[in-house]
């Protein structure tokens, strides 16, 4: 027979365990929408995602790809260097949002366009989300703009 004591204690560890497993199981289950997965141009197009995946996309706003449309509806190409996707947006785009400029859209990729709900645009000169910078070095387009050396080719030596 066992001691009291010791059956105490492994009634307490094994409601412990419970607790903690039941514990995880529910903070899944809440974060199951509220995690968004973000995608360069490039990843979209090698391994498209279905209709009703909630994802994010970053990247440069294509120069010359925005259009205007009636009311609230805009379309644009956000690109990587290495491929473009097209956009389209109903809403009102922040003020810092523009052609040549870092951004990253939320949305749907449906029928080859990606349906964005929400667009961010780069908060300064310098800012650029992390994963866009990430997706453009490795598309080897990335300048770093506090290099002292940026966009700017070096100047032959001559002697």
């Known amino acids: ?33 509220g995690i968004n997965f973000f995608r360069s141009p490039a990843q979209i197009l090698a391994e498209p995602p279905v209709a009703t995946e909630v994802f994010r996309i970053g990247g440069l706003v294509e120069e010359g790809s925005l259009v205007r449309g009636e009311g609230e509806t805009v379309s644009f190409r956000v690109t990587d260097g290495g491929a473009s996707i097209p956009v389209t947006y109903t809403g009102i785009l922040p003020d810092l949002f523009e052609e040549g400029q870092g ?9 080859g366009t990606f349906e964005a709900s929400e667009i961010l645009a780069k908060h300064d000169e310098t800012y650029m989300p992390k994963e866009v910078i990430d997706a453009l070095k490795d598309q080897g387009v990335y300048v770093d703009p506090q290099a002292p050396d940026a966009g700017h080719q070096a100047a032959p030596v001559t002697n």
């Open 103 to 111: 951004m990253v859209g939320q949305g749907r990729y449906v029928d």
């Open 1 to 33: 027979m066992m001691p009291l004591k010791k059956k105490r204690r492994i009634q307490i560890i094994v409601l412990a365990a419970g607790s903690l497993a039941l514990s995880t199981g529910l903070i899944g289950y809440a974060m199951r929408d």
